[in-house]
Antibody, heavy 125, light 107 residues
Framework: EVQLVESGGGLVQPGGSLSLSCAASGFAFGGYSLNWVRQAPGKGLEWVSYIGSSGTIHYAESVKGRFTISRDNAKKSLYLQMSSLRAEDTAVYYC???????????????????WGQGTMVTVSS | DIRLTQSPSFLSASVGDRVTITCRASQAISRYLAWYQQKPGKAPNLLIYTAFTLQSGVPSRFSGSGSGTEFTLTISSLQPEDFATYYCQQLNSYPRTFGQGTKVEVK
């Protein structure tokens, strides 16, 4: 079964740090790009960060300089190191697989096809 | 950044109704748009990618259309399990962005 399982969420004080992990199973982890997406309580979805299979990285402006995404293909794991946390970082954080689709003409498009169950991060004093 | 605006934000409907949700992009994104369904307390689930391609396992009552800046998600005959929140997402450029969501509620 294709699966992503996040861990590491919890309560942290403003200005603190926290590290999230995502364990993958059931697919060739090294061949896929991955993302972190978050959802504040009662709010919509917000893309946080991307790491490609070759190591290309992108961040949302709201977390740039504070969050660091990384991966360990041997361990089939994705990570998000979060520092200088703020109250507005409070959210459920999802680990998400990024899939590219191809047809006879080449790249056809992409989508976030596999989502973990999420891990809650609460930033509060 | 590309802004996605969904309409309506809330929709009241009955089982059997035809439901249409619109997603407008602030600039052209070709067909690089996906739709997701999210139920309370659960992770989102991919319904449609590349604007109109149905994800494997998704019922055929769901369909998508559009290109450029205007897209639609249609549920041809709403079923009890379809009451949920729906999000569009653009995959044309970074940062990836989502629409604000459309909550489909029981009328």
């Amino acid at each position: 079964e294709v699966q992503l399982v996040e861990s590491g969420g919890g309560l942290v004080q403003p200005g603190g740090s926290l590290s999230l992990s995502c364990a993958a199973s059931g697919f060739a982890f090294g061949g896929y790009s991955l993302n972190w997406v978050r959802q504040a309580p009662g709010k919509g979805l917000e893309w946080v960060s991307y790491i490609g299979s070759s190591g290309t990285i992108h961040y949302a402006e709201s977390v740039k300089g504070r969050f660091t995404i990384s991966r360990d293909n041997a361990k089939k794991s994705l990570y998000l190191q979060m520092s200088s946390l703020r109250a507005e970082d409070t959210a459920v954080y999802y680990c998400v697989r990024d899939r590219d689709y191809y047809d006879s003409s080449g790249y056809f498009g992409g989508a976030f096809d596999i989502w973990g169950q999420g891990t809650m991060v609460t930033v509060s004093s | 950044d590309i802004r996605l605006t969904q309409s309506p934000s809330f929709l009241s409907a009955s089982v059997g109704d035809r439901v249409t949700i619109t997603c407008r992009a602030s600039q052209a994104i070709s067909r690089y748009l996906a739709w997701y369904q999210q139920k309370p307390g659960k992770a989102p689930n991919l319904l449609i990618y590349t604007a109109f391609t149905l994800q494997s396992g998704v019922p055929s009552r769901f369909s998508g259309s559009g290109s450029g800046t205007e897209f639609t998600l249609t549920i041809s005959s709403l079923q009890p399990e379809d009451f949920a929140t729906y999000y569009c997402q653009q995959l044309n450029s970074y940062p990836r962005t989502f629409g604000q969501g459309t909550k489909v509620e029981v009328k």
